[in-house]
């Protein structure tokens, strides 16, 4: 069998591996198709992370067909059309570390009951792959608490920072602003509903965004009103300047990952009462990114593909790109 996995830093390979050996509460899926992200990225520019000498599976965003179950799953059968939940917090991972990933044309998923949700026939594969980002997203604007008729600025509009557009768009939320250098990125936003998008190269965001959203007064000089961010891009500079410039009582939601320690200025976060949320995975209702999926066209987030022979290329192409939405990998797109 087949599987993607990382064996030293910048080496991604598709490896032959033993077939999987399922248990009583596992299910086999044949995967259709599976997103590549940046914490991949980090992955295999890290080495992996899974210890000297241990390659390290990869593919935690995928969907497929049901092929087997074990006689004590209960929630599915084989034929089922499913997106797979990599992550439960107490078990082990697909993907990003754990002893299984996506990127294989057959994946073992254990504890099934409690990683996969059926989709229906209406929703295509490579869409329902977008589930696992867009609950990444959608978690993030959960966790900023954001009111009714509160303005936002998603900072980075990358797959993450595009989920959370679209999950706020989707619950009605119109004073919606998206930051990326990439103008590919930023037309994707305002695509998905964007009151506006800036260039933080080209534009002062913050007076911007005082600009649309109104000022309020602060010891230092009036602040944006802007009543939510959200970081997305974890790049370390950034989270600094959002800190420093973001209004008075603005929530922060942090969902871009930072694996360095961030210079950040609790003076700012003291005087301006700021509230900074972390956001890590998914909320606690998984389903509700497909149910998005099924209200909202968000096929315009996958901007390129790629088959399951070509994934090295595919991973090239994403480290060399900051203009892509979601680049997907079609490991059968014929189920």
Request: glycine content about 12%; aromatic content about 4%; overall charge negative.
């Given at each position: 069998?087949?599987?993607?996995?990382?064996?030293?830093?910048?080496?991604?390979r598709?490896?032959?591996?033993?077939?999987?050996?399922?248990?009583?509460?596992?299910?086999?899926?044949?995967?259709?198709?599976?997103?590549?992200?940046?914490t991949?990225?980090?992955?295999?520019?890290?080495?992996g992370?899974?210890?000297?000498?241990?390659?390290?599976?990869?593919?935690?965003?995928?969907?497929?067909?049901?092929?087997?179950?074990?006689?004590?799953?209960?929630?599915?059968r084989?034929?089922?059309?499913?997106?797979?939940?990599?992550?439960?917090?107490?078990?082990?991972?697909?993907?990003a570390?754990?002893?299984?990933?996506?990127?294989?044309?057959?994946?073992?998923?254990?504890?099934?009951?409690?990683?996969?949700?059926?989709?229906?026939?209406?929703?295509?594969?490579d869409?329902?792959?977008?589930?696992?980002?867009?609950?990444?997203?959608?978690?993030a604007?959960d966790?900023?608490?954001?009111?009714?008729g509160a303005?936002?600025a998603?900072?980075?509009?990358?797959?993450?920072?595009?989920?959370?557009i679209?999950?706020?768009?989707?619950?009605?939320?119109?004073?919606?602003?998206?930051?990326?250098?990439?103008?590919?990125r930023?037309?994707?936003?305002?695509?998905?509903?964007?009151?506006?998008?800036?260039?933080?190269?080209?534009?002062?965001?913050?007076?911007?965004?005082?600009?649309?959203?109104?000022?309020?007064?602060?010891?230092?000089?009036?602040?944006?009103?802007?009543?939510?961010?959200?970081?997305?891009?974890?790049?370390?500079?950034?989270?600094t300047?959002?800190?420093?410039?973001?209004?008075?009582?603005?929530?922060?939601?942090?969902?871009?990952?930072?694996?360095?320690?961030?210079?950040?200025?609790?003076?700012?976060?003291?005087?301006?009462?700021?509230?900074?949320?972390?956001s890590?995975?998914?909320?606690?209702?998984f389903?509700?990114a497909?149910?998005?999926?099924?209200?909202?066209?968000?096929?315009g987030?996958?901007?390129?593909r790629?088959?399951?022979?070509?994934?090295?290329?595919?991973?090239?192409?994403?480290?060399?790109?900051?203009?892509?939405?979601?680049?997907l990998?079609?490991?059968?797109?014929?189920?």
């Amino acid at each position: 069998m087949l599987q993607v996995r990382v064996h030293g830093p910048g080496d991604v390979r598709l490896d032959e591996v033993p077939d999987p050996d399922p248990g009583p509460r596992d299910a086999l899926v044949r995967i259709a198709a599976c997103g590549i992200c940046g914490t991949d990225l980090s992955a295999v520019k890290m080495g992996g992370l899974t210890g000297p000498g241990q390659p390290m599976c990869l593919g935690h965003e995928m969907s497929g067909t049901v092929d087997w179950v074990g006689p004590e799953v209960a929630t599915v059968r084989a034929g089922d059309r499913v997106v797979v939940q990599p992550g439960t917090g107490e078990l082990d991972r697909i993907g990003a570390g754990g002893p299984q990933g996506g990127l294989t044309p057959l994946l073992l998923v254990t504890e099934a009951d409690r990683r996969l949700h059926p989709i229906p026939d209406s929703l295509p594969f490579d869409l329902a792959a977008l589930a696992e980002p867009l609950a990444v997203g959608m978690h993030a604007v959960d966790q900023s608490a954001v009111a009714p008729g509160a303005s936002v600025a998603v900072i980075g509009c990358g797959p993450i920072g595009l989920a959370a557009i679209a999950t706020l768009v989707d619950r009605g939320h119109e004073r919606v602003v998206g930051v990326d250098l990439s103008a590919a990125r930023r037309q994707l936003a305002a695509d998905l509903g964007a009151q506006a998008t800036f260039d933080p190269t080209a534009t002062d965001v913050w007076g911007e965004l005082a600009e649309l959203h109104g000022t309020k007064p602060f010891m230092f000089g009036p602040t944006p009103a802007t009543d939510v961010v959200i970081e997305a891009t974890g790049v370390a500079s950034v989270l600094t300047d959002v800190i420093d410039h973001a209004g008075v009582g603005a929530t922060i939601s942090v969902v871009g990952v930072h694996y360095a320690p961030v210079p950040t200025s609790f003076l700012m976060v003291l005087m301006k009462e700021l509230t900074l949320r972390g956001s890590i995975e998914y909320p606690p209702r998984f389903a509700d990114a497909i149910d998005l999926l099924e209200r909202r066209d968000l096929s315009g987030l996958i901007t390129h593909r790629y088959p399951l022979v070509e994934v090295t290329e595919a991973f090239d192409f994403l480290a060399a790109s900051k203009d892509c939405g979601k680049v997907l990998v079609e490991v059968d797109p014929t189920r």
